[in-house]
């Protein structure tokens, strides 16, 4: 089991910056790949970005491409999303996952475990 929680959603103006954190605890971080994924209301969940267990391997979606960051410490067994030049089209609630496979970054279904959310809204 690998437990992952997240923190720092918030609320932004648009055009700031917000730094997302996930812990991890429970198994060797740097042996699961990590994502992070979104889901605004009425919307599926969507992927966001990922990374490699050995942080080799970087995954963004289209709509978020030169804007945020993804990246990780496993000595701290943690991973980042770094959110900058924010829109209203951003807001959701932000989840981290753990994938110990890393066959398919962009879908949801692969991944094993899930943190319980951090909203993240941005007012235009």
């Known amino acids: 089991q690998v437990q992952l929680v997240e923190s720092g959603g918030g609320l932004v103006q648009a055009g700031g910056s917000l730094r997302l954190s996930c812990a991890a605890s429970?198994?060797?971080?740097?042996?699961?790949?990590m994502g992070w994924f979104r889901q605004a209301p009425g919307k599926e969940r969507e992927f966001v970005a990922a990374?490699?267990?050995?942080?080799?391997?970087?995954y963004y979606a289209d709509s978020v491409k030169g804007r945020f960051t993804v990246s990780r410490d496993n000595a701290k067994n943690t991973v980042y999303l770094q959110m900058n030049s924010l829109k209203p089209e951003d807001t959701a609630v932000y989840y981290c996952?753990?994938?110990?496979?890393?066959?398919?970054?962009?879908?949801?279904?692969?991944?094993?475990?899930w943190g319980q959310g951090t909203q993240v809204t941005v007012r235009s």
């Open positions: 996952a753990a994938d110990r496979t890393f066959t398919v970054p962009m879908n949801p279904r692969t991944y094993d475990f």
């Open positions: 990374i490699s267990g050995n942080a080799v391997r970087t």
């Open positions: 429970g198994r060797p971080f740097s042996n699961y790949a």
